[in-house]
């Protein structure tokens, strides 16, 4: 192939990322061929709806056979911007067998069929990349898959949803409670219709699980990751962590334990402010890596939009573009340490309880009591007198999910204790 | 090639970062043959001083050869952390020419020979890779090489030097002036014995140079970067900069001018508290990238030491053997767009200077006309009356660094004004 015979393009989807890439592989087409090796040609675009209008993109380039377009023997390249599980997965399955690469920011599919396709590319030999499936724009899977490759990474922290991070900035700054925090977003566009995958963490539960699978070079899926999402989040949460010099953040927490399982999360937690991402503004994004030699990396940006996601796109298109002008491929998905899953109960973590409990004497030292059964050691509690009432804050040291779940559940059975103690995990050691 | 055949890797140094990846190299063996494909196997460590110890390290691997180790004709991988320009410069040149992949983290070498370098590692079809040689241990080249490829980066902003960072930040928090800061920090090991390329701005010019290379497209040396160290910062800066609500960085600008061209300095800077770059603390770098797509993105972590520079070489060492193990390459140094470089009086920038004059009618007019004479538009004036003598605190809107020069000298020559005057940049529009 000479210099000058493009590398046929094809793009599944047309919607805000996909308009954009779209848009920038026609604007950009001069320096896009420059740092290739040759140019790129879009081929076609798959969509749903011939009939919507799509200002600045060539009518003739649509179609609305996807199958047929991704499965065209000629297309060197493949960019995935549908979204869900089908007809993602057999789309992208037909391209690669096909010989094509794929470019995709899919994180559903990655994280429950990410194993079928990862396998599936490695046997026909094509690239698969995927850099705008976690964090928009930052670049986390490149440094996670070839920087820090030589290290050894026991944890990745990260605020990976713009949503719920914009909402929970809100009730903070704003004082708004949940559901008008939610609308807010809604009405600034940060949250969709359908909020269900952002607010209930399922979003930031499927990055977590690719991650964790890159972090730790093991395969880690939707289904290991123990994950819960904002809604339950209520303004006296956030009014407790105020207290307590924290912020509560929607956190992906991947870590190696102690035995060397992975323990994978997503939770609402309360960050301490002098923990870097305690600032992490609005719908930003931002992972922290710690690792044995490097130590704390921290990588921040705007986690979702139009334009910043189809930067990581174009990425990833121009590196599978010069991997195939070379005649060559990029790494391949690495899961040779096959480690193991923390299961959730033996997660530890420190957890913030708050009690609303008869003010009576002896009712702190039953409570102490429901924790120290458990072998969940306090290290901090805030009594605060209401009349007949009093509230508890309690602070424990690290501790396994299922100790502070019994000590909790032994608490609500008290009569001296009103049912539904709050509970939240608390970020540091 | 099977998989148990080693690649072989030669090192050469063993200073504090050699020592490290030496380790390194013998520790990971299992996760590095997982992650490569193949063995990596350490067949020589070039040092001085043969008769030095060095603890954990088997003697039979050393040698004072340099030369002899670089050359070989079995090498796959040289390893270079000397530092310096000459022997690094053709001991690199002798691998490649050996047809070997090189890894360095020598910055002053790509600053100023890089071209040299990559023109040759072109040449003979081989990796060099230098992630190291960039902010430590923060994946900072691979993502400007590759994540953001598909992008088009308008600035990069930097803050490089540890040693330096460490020095402003203890002149902040502890009212140190500049010559106990420096002492401190070469007590605790953050500053050299003889501290000149730190404080003086080199490195970070180096750096500089070699992110406005990657950023941009472009060649670009150590000659073209603008730079300044912190040595003539004095406590009174500081305190201006607080009052300002600032703090005071070495800050590397790259940025591309309206012309097309792109601008490099490196200088004291004032950087907003409200900018992600003021809290930056210690010994710790960032970069922040600014691009039209993704937007703001920033990366931080460890700047140096011995460990984070060692993750960082070793992620580039298996990156080279896993393109060696597939007989390919990465992508190769890109300097398409051939951009010149802004003069340094072209620059704009804001300014804050710090006049001492005489308290008496007429001055502030007489200092106002001068910057109006000169096109630059006063942002703020403070006006401090001492008695006899005033302190006037100006900042400027944006200006171009040869305006800002003249209206300094015309200023410098009036009788009511002190001669001395304080200057110096601030960031943001």
Do not use: W
Request: charged share 20%; net charge negative.
């Amino acid at each position: 192939m000479g210099k000058s015979t493009p590398l046929k393009v094809a793009l599944l989807g047309c919607g805000v990322v996909g308009s954009q890439v779209a848009r920038l592989l026609i604007q950009q087409a001069d320096d896009l061929r420059a740092r290739v090796g040759r140019p790129l040609q879009l081929v076609g675009i798959a969509v749903r709806d011939l009939s919507k209008p799509r200002p600045g993109i060539d009518p003739g380039l649509l179609t609305d056979d996807a199958a047929g377009l991704a499965g065209r023997a000629d297309v060197d390249l493949v960019i995935e911007l549908l979204g869900g599980i089908e007809p993602a997965r057999s789309l992208i399955l037909a391209a690669i067998e096909a010989g094509a690469a794929v470019v995709t920011a899919n994180k559903a599919l990655l994280a429950t069929e990410g194993g079928t396709i990862f396998a599936a590319a490695e046997a026909a030999g094509v690239d698969v990349y995927y850099e705008a499936a976690v964090a928009g724009a930052i670049p986390i899977v490149r440094p996670l898959r070839e920087s820090l490759v030589g290290d050894e990474i026991t944890a990745v922290l990260g605020i990976v949803n713009g949503t719920t991070n914009f909402i929970l900035d809100r009730m903070h700054t704003e004082g708004s409670d949940f559901a008008s925090a939610l609308a807010e977003a809604q009405e600034l566009g940060y949250a969709e219709a359908d909020p269900t995958a952002d607010v209930g963490g399922y979003d930031a539960a499927a990055k977590a699980s690719i991650l964790a699978s890159l972090a730790f070079h093991s395969r880690v899926g939707l289904s290991d990751v123990d994950f819960e999402g904002i809604d339950a989040v209520t303004s006296a949460d956030i009014d407790a962590a105020q207290e307590m010099g924290c912020v509560v953040k929607l956190l992906a927490r991947c870590a190696l334990s102690a035995d060397g399982s992975i323990a994978v999360g997503v939770h609402p937690t309360m960050v301490p402010l002098t923990h870097p991402l305690a600032s992490i503004p609005g719908a930003y994004n931002a992972i922290m890596v710690e690792s044995r030699n490097a130590g704390r990396l921290m990588f921040m940006g705007p986690g979702a939009g139009g334009q910043p996601t189809a930067s990581a796109v174009l990425g990833d298109v121009v590196t599978a573009a010069r991997n195939r002008v070379r005649g060559t491929r990029g790494p391949a998905e690495s899961t040779y340490s096959g480690r193991a899953i923390t299961p959730a109960g033996a997660v530890a973590s420190r957890y913030y309880a708050s009690l609303s409990v008869n003010d009576e004497p002896g009712v702190l030292a039953a409570v102490a009591s429901a924790f120290a059964t458990q072998s969940v050691s306090l290290q901090a509690v805030r009594q605060e007198s209401l009349g007949e009432r009093a509230r508890l804050g309690v602070v424990t040291h690290l501790a396994r999910q299922e100790q502070v779940v019994a000590a909790v559940a032994e608490l609500d059975r008290m009569p001296e204790v009103t049912p539904g103690i709050s509970l939240m995990r608390v970020e540091g050691a």
